[in-house]
């Protein structure tokens, strides 16, 4: 069965910092590019980072610049993201998703899609 499991979600504080994993089972990462998405409240599902299946290529929104940063273990079968210095506009569902095609943040292209980990950033 294909899956993506997001973990390491949670409440943190202004300034703080968390690490959210996506692990995949069922299915190798090794030639997928890998995106981090996210959706708050009301919002739209945006698109945060991304990384190729080679590692080599990366993308951050604006908004997450210089404060996350993306990374993938093919030996683990895991991608990472590092989250600095959060804000509370970054509280959200965080999602990964796998795609066969290049690194960019567009949600169509993702094939595979993982349910979640939540993400609360408040003092």
């Known amino acids: 069965q294909v899956q993506l499991v997001e973990s390491g979600g949670g409440l943190v504080q202004p300034g703080g910092s968390l690490r959210l994993s996506c692990a995949a089972s069922g299915f190798t990462l090794d030639y997928y590019a890998i995106g981090w998405f996210r959706q708050a409240p009301g919002k739209e599902r945006e698109g945060v980072s991304c990384?190729?299946?080679?590692?080599?290529?990366?993308y951050y929104a604006d908004s997450v610049k210089g404060r996350f940063t993306i990374s993938r273990d093919n030996a683990k079968n895991t991608v990472y993201l590092q989250m600095n210095s959060l804000k509370p506009e970054d509280t959200a569902v965080y999602y990964c998703?796998?795609?066969?095609?290049?690194?960019?943040?567009?949600?169509?292209?993702?094939?595979?899609w993982g349910q979640g980990t939540q993400v609360t950033v408040s003092s």
């Open positions: 990384v190729s299946s080679s590692g080599f290529t990366t």
């Open positions: 998703a796998a795609s066969t095609g290049p690194c960019r943040v567009v949600r169509k292209s993702y094939d595979y």
